[in-house]
């Protein structure tokens, strides 16, 4: 007869990335947050890694400087300007992840958002598809918490793994939370679900728990083929201030839907607004439309918004500046042809000038685009295997990126003119076929 896994040997491991998915920095770029999926369900939840950027900063300006090589790395065979680090302590490797830090959380993990509380304080949102429900944690500068009182590494615990409306335990959430936005500035959260087509909106104040306050089903037309309505990627405008408008796409329709939060004068719980829409119209073939659209983010300023989409494979870009009726313009600019199977995108300014960075799951690479004038793609990296999450550290000169299908977590260079700029200098963790 066999034996019964004890729950330490079950319980995922506090220095490995295992499954990687979402990203989200910390504002100040001091800490990294990355979501292990657990797809494998090798453990018994998954988890949120916190890493260390000065000490990766440290490592990966050192070995670009001076070639140095710490304990528990090496130098890649192939790729002559990349060096690899494993994370296990076991094996004298450098303390990239807090071990203790962290947080256990459902599996399969999607994304990650990051809500600014102010006094170092932060908030971090997580949808997570195996439940399905949306996990909040709050990091305090040191750790994360998700379970009061528990030890480091917890598990979070059932307050932190919303799952039903607070004004109705009988409304649950829609299937499969996918993309997750955070506004500090209107200190709530709205969380997209890739085959209902639902938005779920998070009430996050500042001082009080993260609730489900709203929930709008149907935003967009199902798929004439299966059947099914996909909201995908999300992102907001202007996070930092009040009245932000926020936009999502779906993978179903070639439509961009926006909503606003409203809130009632007598403090009861907020709702969502939809607002305008406008289609996919600049791109395509003959009938001029795009589907199956993926990650979406904003320039700084919030006068330009960013579209990865996947039929046809392009970066479509609107601007969004406020014309004189105080509404968005949400007009297209411009567009470039990009890779397959394209997942998210970024947009940073380490210099000279925004680049956009897009992920390519299906080809191992990344896609930098310049965006100035006329949209165009810049370099194409070869990153690993599996590229899902992509986020910048503009200060640090760094751009961080999850490879789902090898447990590792790439660190390029995109200091301007640099011998190694758009390179892979630094990987973290060992990739699953090499161990």
Request: hydrophobic fraction near 40%; include cysteine; charged fraction near 20%.
């Amino acid at each position: 007869m066999g034996c019964t896994a004890s729950a330490e040997e079950v319980r995922p491991p506090v220095d490995e990335i295992f499954f990687p998915t979402g990203l989200a920095i910390a504002p100040d770029e001091s800490v990294l947050f990355l979501a292990n999926g657990n797809s494998e369900l090798r453990y018994d939840s998954g988890s949120i890694s916190v890493i260390d950027l000065a000490l990766v900063d440290s490592i990966a300006n050192d070995w670009i400087a001076t070639g140095a090589v710490p304990a528990g790395c090496e130098p890649d065979r192939d790729h002559v300007e990349m060096m690899t680090c494993d994370t296990r302590q076991e094996n004298d490797a450098p303390s990239f992840i807090s071990a203790q830090a962290g947080v256990r959380v459902g599996n399969f993990a999607t994304d990650i958002a990051v809500q600014d509380l102010d006094g170092g304080r932060l908030r971090l949102i997580i949808p997570t598809r195996g439940d399905p429900s949306i996990t909040w944690a709050d990091w305090d500068g040191v750790n994360l918490n998700c379970n009061d009182g528990a030890e480091g590494f917890a598990l979070c615990d059932d307050p932190h793994r919303l799952s039903f409306a607070v004004t109705d335990p009988d409304i649950v959430i829609p299937e499969e939370p996918f993309g997750v936005f955070a506004d500090s500035g209107g200190e709530f959260a709205m969380v997209t679900h890739l085959t209902t087509g639902a938005v779920t909106l998070v009430n996050s104040p500042k001082n009080g728990n993260a609730v489900i306050s709203d929930i709008t089903s149907n935003v967009f037309l199902p798929d004439p083929n299966t059947g099914l309505r996909g909201a995908t990627g999300i992102a907001g405008r202007t996070p930092k201030s009040a009245g932000d408008i926020v936009y999502v796409a779906s993978r179903t329709e070639d439509r961009v839907q926006t909503f606003t939060v409203g809130r009632p004068p007598n403090s009861d719980l907020p709702y969502l607004l939809a607002g305008n829409f406008f289609f996919l119209d600049f791109v395509g073939g003959n009938t001029g439309n795009s589907s199956d659209s993926r990650g979406m983010t904003f320039s700084p300023t919030g006068d330009l918004m960013y579209l990865v989409n996947r039929r046809p494979p392009s970066l479509q870009v609107f601007d969004t500046s406020l014309d004189e009726t105080g509404f968005p313009a949400n007009r297209p600019v411009g567009a470039t042809d990009i890779c397959r199977q394209a997942s998210t995108v970024a947009v940073a300014d380490s210099g000279d000038g925004e680049r956009v960075y897009i992920t390519c799951f299906q080809d191992g690479q990344l896609y930098v685009v310049d965006p100035r004038s006329t949209v165009q793609t810049e370099d194409i990296v070869l990153v690993g295997r599996g590229p899902y999450s992509v986020v910048a550290a503009p200060t640090r000169k760094k751009l961080f990126v999850t490879n789902f299908l090898e447990d590792t977590l790439v660190v390029l260079d995109i200091t301007p003119n640099a011998p190694t700029r758009n390179r892979v200098v630094l990987r973290i963790g060992i990739p699953r076929n090499l161990r």
